[in-house]
């Protein structure tokens, strides 16, 4: 029965029956959102340039205000953001699963 369901089946995961895909995904989604969160802190922190501790806390800083990412830091922002959706997909798949 399992070796014709195999043939019929389109992807890996059809085999594998629903209640227990749903299992799997509740039991990994507390840690995606753990492993999102922590690569979310490190990219906002690692965005902090040398503004000094009033740039930090609010303070004006106009040389930075009109500035062009490039490169490495281009990147960073652009995974920051990936990052950030990735997150919030997880936190409501958690709350609608959960």
Same mark, same amino acid.
């Given at each position: 029965m399992i070796l014709q369901n195999a043939r019929l089946a389109r992807t890996p995961l059809d085999v594998v029956p629903y209640g227990l895909q749903m299992e799997t995904l509740t039991a990994i989604l507390p840690y995606a959102e753990i492993t999102t969160s922590l690569l979310l802190i490190v990219g906002i922190v690692l965005?902090?340039? =040398? @503004?000094?501790?009033? =740039? @930090?806390?609010g303070g004006d800083n106009f040389a930075s205000t009109f500035y062009k990412r490039r490169g490495a830091e281009k990147f960073l922002f652009n995974a920051t953001i990936v990052i950030a959706i990735l997150f919030v997909a997880s936190a409501i798949a958690g709350f609608i699963l959960g």
């Amino acid at each position: 029965m399992i070796l014709q369901n195999a043939r019929l089946a389109r992807t890996p995961l059809d085999v594998v029956p629903y209640g227990l895909q749903m299992e799997t995904l509740t039991a990994i989604l507390p840690y995606a959102e753990i492993t999102t969160s922590l690569l979310l802190i490190v990219g906002i922190v690692l965005q902090q340039r =040398g @503004a000094g501790l009033g =740039g @930090a806390f609010g303070g004006d800083n106009f040389a930075s205000t009109f500035y062009k990412r490039r490169g490495a830091e281009k990147f960073l922002f652009n995974a920051t953001i990936v990052i950030a959706i990735l997150f919030v997909a997880s936190a409501i798949a958690g709350f609608i699963l959960g």
